[in-house]
């Protein structure tokens, strides 16, 4: 809708070029002029800019209708100055039409600077070096041809003017609005219509001198950090890695320590049943035979059958005491022993068992180390170990049995440790050494149980054995026994 506010021109006021007008406002302030032009920017209720062939200027209105930019007006009012620069005041104006939109001069800034084109449209290529943020508009620095100026664009209307990156060559359209100080030119400004009347022509470059700088200052102080952090980092993960991996190894190795005592319990059940009644049979077969040796004695040739019968079956319940051992169905006649006394008694033993080429020793302690088992049986299964350990020395070697007190899961154990520097047991071994008849020598030289006693026996007490031994390297096997308490000894003793 074009709405019309009627001007009431007096007939006297001829129409006049713009450029006229301007000499008028300097010469004779307060001329009532008329104008015809086309509007190169507006702001409702305070101003227009309208220029025709002969140049531009300012028109200060009172009142707005609506107006855009390229509307032709025909304003009347009075010719003055407005800030020294001239303009037509109390003006009031009609629109008449609709005109092309007006295309900006394009200017050398340095002209600007020394006061040319007041009021017109021009357009200007310089470079943006930022924004200045005013009270109902926000400013854009620029420097084109050596002169700085500020184009100022209404907040409302700014976009995304005001976010350029600084640096970058621009092409800003707008009225030039010369500053006068003292009747002479002392700067200028641009007045943008909108945020498009700022158009990018060349970004600039992210990568910048100063930018560089920055950025390497930056780097070489976070740099070090960064290294010192990843380090920490690194010696955490591995420290974490490492504790994860001996739990790791913990948890397989106490989940193979529980496989192979399951095994053992197993087999030891089904070895105690049939070795218990095995060992009822034998005792009727060795009774029975004993009295046929005895009844036999005028009959030289079948009293050395029934001898050889007799023979058998004591090598046979022999067996099944090892294999009763093993299956913890023993029984045993418990007694304070004291591992000292017994590692110094059982070196002569040792000795004339394992021959020459075997030195045997005992590292025995001076304070007594007592435990309440049977002797025999522990010197059975010490007999046990060292047989083991001279087959494991042909060459010969050396055999120690060492007596100490260590701290086991919190406690102090009684330990019998008995060392050889044999051949060691290979990898693949150790895991069935003290499985019932599992035997590494040919037929007829070992029948498997030596170690099933050992463990049996050592179980049975209330202990635990264990193996250490490397391959060449010799072996040691440790036996660990509760400790008995000073006073429980004392008050044995004293029965
Ligand atoms: N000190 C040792 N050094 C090297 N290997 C050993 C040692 N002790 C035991 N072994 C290995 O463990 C296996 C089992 O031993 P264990 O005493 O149970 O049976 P054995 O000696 O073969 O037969 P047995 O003792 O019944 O006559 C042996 O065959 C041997 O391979
Ligand atoms: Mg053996």
Redesign the pocket.
Known sequence: MVLVWLAVVPAWAALQPISRVREIAQVAPSTRVVIRGTVTRCRPGHSLYVQDQTGSILVRIDKSSPVAVGDIVEVSGLADVDNDAPAVIHARYEKFGVAEAPVPIGVDARDLAQGKHDADLVAVEGTFGGVRTGHTEDGLMILADGVDFIAWVPKETAGSATALRPGSRVRVRGIVSINVTNGRPSGFELLMRTGDDAMVIRRAAWWTTRGAWTTAVVVAAVLPLLFSYVFLLQRQVRRQTAIIHQKLLAESELKEQYRQAQKMEAIGRLAGGIAHDFNNIMTVVLGHSEMLVLELKDHPELRTSAEEIRNAAERAAGLTRQLLAFSRRQKLDPAPVDLNAVARDMVSLLSRVLGGEIEVRAEAGAEAVTIETDRAQLEQALL??A???R??MPEGGRLVLSVSRQARDGQTAAVMAVT?T????ALD?RGH??DPF????EVG????????MVYGFVQQSGGAIQVY?TVGGG?T?ELAFPLTPPAARSRSDAC
Not at 422 to 425: A, L, S
Not at 445 to 452: D, K
């Open positions: 046990n170990l047989v083991n350990a087959d494991a050889d044999g051949t060691g047991i071994v050494i003290f599992f035997t590494t020598k030289r070992g029948s498997g149980l030596g170690l099933a031994s072996t096997f």
